[in-house]
């Protein structure tokens, strides 16, 4: 069904309202920071170490795009 993704992603923000509502984070973008962090840190050691390089490079990417 085309309506799939717009129902995963109102749940979803629906569940990002929940966390700030609930005072987790004190808003959406903090929610889900809040979130990944929780997720890296339930990763195995190695798991950890691929995804924190991952981030960094993607975060350099991110960088040289705002650059230009």
């Not at 085309?2 to 005072?23: D, E, K, M, Q, V």
């Amino acid at each position: 069904s085309t309506l799939f993704p717009y129902t995963t992603l109102f749940r979803s923000r629906n569940s990002l309202i929940a966390i700030s509502n609930l005072g987790i984070a004190p808003n959406q973008k903090e929610a889900v920071a809040y979130l990944v962090q929780q997720f890296r840190d339930n990763l195995d050691p190695d798991n950890q170490r691929l995804f924190d390089l991952q981030v960094d490079v993607l975060n350099k990417k991110d960088a040289k795009l705002h650059e230009k």
